[in-house]
Nanobody, 121 residues
Framework: QVQVVESGGGLVQPGGSLRLSCAAS????????MGWYRQTPGKQRELVAA????????YYVDSIEGRFTISRDNAKNTGYLQMNSLKSEDTAVYYC??????????????WGKGTLVTVSS
């Protein structure tokens, strides 16, 4: 089993910044991809950013408009989402999803419990 824990959420004023962290842990696993999703009440969870653990260009949803940056620390099995110039519409619960495989098994999705980001004055 792979455990995924997000941290770094909180209350921030419009125009401010937050850095979310996503730490994956468990026994003998290899991360394939990591993605950040967000969800507000009554809406579907949407993919905000994603990154491959082996390299390549990250993915960002258009609404991010260059304000967010996803990164990874392979040695720590940890990913980050740096969020700048935050807007009220960025308010949501942010979830981290890790695609990981163990041995020769197919990759599975592992979700964290989410961290709340509130952008408000």
């Amino acid at each position: 089993q792979v455990q995924v824990v997000e941290s770094g959420g909180g209350l921030v004023q419009p125009g401010g910044s937050l850095r979310l962290s996503c730490a994956a842990s468990g026994s003998i696993f290899t991360i394939y991809t990591m993605g950040w999703y967000r969800q507000t009440p009554g809406k579907q969870r949407e993919l905000v950013a994603a990154i491959s653990w082996s390299g390549g260009l990250p993915y960002y949803v258009d609404s991010i408009e260059g304000r967010f940056t996803i990164s990874r620390d392979n040695a720590k099995n940890t990913g980050y989402l740096q969020m700048n110039s935050l807007k009220s519409e960025d308010t949501a619960v942010y979830y981290c999803k890790v695609q990981a495989y163990r041995g020769s098994s197919a990759a599975l999705d592992y979700w964290g419990k989410g961290t709340l980001v509130t952008v408000s004055s």
